[in-house]
């Protein structure tokens, strides 16, 4: 079994109460399937939407990530598979992409020291 | 922990309420901005923690925390609630009073004045329903279309157009003023009763959608009881009729999906813990001088609850009772309904006399079952030839493919010269329920 984080990419604003609902209740039966599967080794945390960039050698502090609002990362986890594409298989049903959001999955590297 | 059904539904009118009092109902739209910004937020959050123990509360926390960054960034762009003006100008006082206002005992109010609010005056009663429906039930445009039967594009168009009317209307209803109350309460009532009218009655097929409007309303009006000046003998009265003809929910559809009937319900799945809330309300509404038309028709659905079986009902009861709402809200579909209660208790030819002397009867013309019953009592006094003819107009007045299949089997009976038992019991119950239905819909007219 290898490690991956999953970054998850893009904002649902619902549209009514009820779709709203949808997505949480899409959500939180994926998240479920993952952890009854034995994938989910770290539920993650989200993300605020506010922050700060500081870039460059003047150490130029900046509010941001002012993105677009599909590249914002909203949150990440961290998920155990047997492969990549494996990995990437399990993230096709990540509810985000049913509005128009991302998953980047990226392995994470062992450290043999 | 997962979701509740209708979760979000079922919080946003409170946090759209409160938010409207901070920013003033001229900002309606940035209240509504807010309360999706809060449950997008929430799903952020839940989608992996699952949802906190009391998600009101969360939910409740966020809005006013968007509320105030919201205040923070456009004080000097835009004006908010007037009342409280200076106090969100300076940062020492913005805080604590936005926080009084997202209070348990300030929302309470919050949720009355929005419904007072959008009973306004200058709003048509079917704009009130969808408006209270749309703002303080939490249901989209289309939800509330789909719930009317109504097309999603006319359904905006209305909404639209309510919302403008109260986004104009300078300052939200207030509560606080028992004059200004009482003169509001009884549109407050009707809109309610429209809603839950709508949802026991209605045209919308769809069984799910019936339920819900129907606990919408006794909800609403649960807030009203809650609140000293809202809860009026009148309010008693109505919150007892909706628990009674609730009570009869669970039997209304029998195990095959179709529409069961009062005569052919099974009457041991009415809820009786509804019918015992509903006659304890009833003894609550029978204080003070009025009597309303909630009164007597929460008296109506107590008899009916009574009776253990469809033929121990008590029809004499129940047509004294229809003189008693003809003295307070006299109407051409409450003396049909007067004239059907007496054909059940003393024969068809009774009834005929009495649909002959119905002030304003040409109101009915247009009403399928006005000429159905006349089909009715004629073809129970044995004149099949008439009764066919009363059927045939009844069925080009019909209004959907039901009322037709219904109709249609009537000129038949007629032409065979039988009629089936059951037929004829459905028949009595369609009469009673479309009555109803029509009572309640002249409002629109």
Same mark, same amino acid.
């Given at each position: 079994m290898s490690e991956f984080t999953f970054l998850f990419r893009g904002r649902e604003t619902p549209r009514s109460p009820e779709q709203a609902q949808k997505q949480l209740e899409k959500w939180v039966a994926w998240f479920k399937d993952l952890g009854a599967k034995g994938h989910v080794k770290d539920s993650g945390h989200p993300l605020e939407g506010t922050g700060k960039v500081v870039k460059g050698k003047q150490k130029d502090v900046n509010d941001g990530p002012y993105a677009e609002a599909k590249d914002v990362v909203g949150g990440y986890m961290l998920i155990e598979a047997k492969d990549l594409h494996h990995a990437a298989e399990l993230a096709k049903g990540c509810p985000i992409l049913e509005v128009g959001g991302s998953v980047e999955v990226r392995p994470i590297q062992i450290l043999n020291m | 922990m997962e979701p509740s059904d209708h979760l979000f539904r079922r919080e946003s009118g409170r946090i759209v309420a409160a938010l409207t009092r901070v920013f003033g109902v001229h900002n309606l739209a940035l209240a509504e901005d807010v309360? $999706?910004?809060?449950?997008?937020?929430?799903i952020e959050v839940w989608r992996f923690r699952g949802v906190p123990e009391n998600p009101s509360a969360w939910l409740m926390a966020t809005a006013k925390n968007c509320a105030l960054d919201v205040l923070r960034r456009e004080r000097t762009a835009r004006t908010f609630a007037p009342e409280l003006g200076r106090f969100l100008q300076s940062e020492w006082t913005l805080a604590p009073v936005v926080q009084e206002l997202f209070g348990p005992n300030a929302i309470k109010d919050d949720l009355l004045r929005m419904m007072f609010s959008c009973c306004h005056p200058r709003l048509p009663e079917a704009a009130q329903v969808a408006l209270v429906l749309h703002m303080l039930c939490g249901f989209s445009v289309g939800e509330v279309a789909s719930a009317f039967v109504s097309t999603h594009a006319a359904m905006e168009k209305r909404i639209t157009r309510a919302k403008k009317v109260l986004a104009t209307s300078k300052k939200l209803f207030d509560v606080a003023a028992a004059t200004e109350f009482s003169a509001r309460l009884p549109a407050v009532h009707r809109a309610i009763y429209l809603l839950f009218n709508e949802g026991y009655h209605g045209a919308s097929p769809e069984t799910a959608v019936r339920v819900e409007l129907c606990r919408e309303a006794m909800r609403l009006t649960a807030v009203l009881l809650e609140h000293s000046l809202g809860k009026t003998p009148t309010t008693y009265a109505l919150a007892a009729l909706m628990c009674l003809d609730a009570a009869r929910l669970p039997a209304r559809v029998d195990p095959s999906g179709n529409l069961s009937s009062l005569f052919e319900q099974d009457r041991s799945q009415w809820d $009786?813990? +509804? @019918? @015992? *809330?509903? +006659?304890? !309300? +009833?003894? !609550?509404?029978? =204080?003070?001088? *009025? !009597?309303t038309e909630y009164h007597v028709e929460a008296a109506i659905a107590s008899v009916h609850t009574m009776a253990h079986?469809?033929? /121990? =009902? /008590?029809?004499g009861q129940i047509v004294s009772l229809y003189d008693a709402l003809m003295t307070i809200h006299p109407s051409p579909i409450v003396a049909l309904n007067r004239a059907i209660a007496v054909a059940q208790n003393d024969g068809p030819e009774r009834g005929l006399e009495e649909i002959r002397t119905?002030? *304003?009867g040409e109101r009915l013309a247009n009403y399928p079952f006005y000429h159905a019953a006349l089909g009715e009592f004629e073809f129970r006094s044995g004149k099949h030839e008439t009764a066919r003819e009363h059927f045939r107009a009844a069925l080009a007045l019909a209004r959907n493919s039901m009322e037709c299949r219904f109709l249609n089997q009537r000129v038949s009976a007629c032409e065979r010269g039988d009629m089936q038992q059951a037929y004829y019991e459905r028949f009595w119950d369609r009469v009673l329920v479309s009555l109803k239905t029509h009572l309640e819909g002249e409002g629109h007219n």
């Open positions: - | 309360v $999706q910004e809060a449950f997008c937020r929430a $009786q813990e +509804l @019918v @015992v *809330e509903g +006659l304890k !309300l +009833l003894e !609550l509404s029978a =204080t003070g001088s *009025e !009597l079986r469809a033929e /121990d =009902t /008590d029809w119905i002030a *304003e």
